[in-house]
């Protein structure tokens, strides 16, 4: 069993940034990949990033490449993701899980945190 609790969100100006945190509880925190996944009010849950267990590969949403950066630091038991140049359309709920490989699909992931709010005002 794994538990998540996402950090760092917030309201933010079009432009600015913003670095959530997930941090995981739990021993075996490096035996998983980890994603983040964003949900804007009444919009399916879409895929933002992923990172391997490592750290050495990572994945991004054409959306947010070379804006977004994400990371993990296992001695921490957290993963990062550093959002810049943020945009009204960035505005959601953002969710990071864990889950066996770096997988797409939020279906693949098997445990979640609770969600952080990202405002981004125009």
């Known amino acids: 069993q794994v538990q998540l609790v996402e950090s760092g969100g917030g309201l933010v100006q079009a432009g600015g940034s913003l670095r959530l945190s997930c941090t995981a509880s739990?021993?075996?925190?490096?035996?998983?990949?980890m994603g983040w996944f964003r949900q804007a009010p009444g919009k399916e849950r879409e895929f933002v990033s992923n990172?391997?267990?490592?750290?050495?590969?990572?994945d991004y949403a054409d959306s947010v490449k070379g804006r977004f950066t994400i990371s993990r630091d296992n001695a921490k038991n957290t993963v990062y993701l550093q959002m810049n140049s943020l945009k009204p359309d960035d505005t959601a709920v953002y969710y990071c899980a864990a889950g066996p490989r770096r997988e797409y699909e939020y279906q693949a992931y098997d445990y979640w945190g609770q969600g952080t709010q990202v405002t981004v005002s125009s």
């Open positions: 990172i391997s267990r490592g750290g050495g590969s990572t």
């Open positions: 739990g021993r075996t925190f490096s035996s998983y990949a």
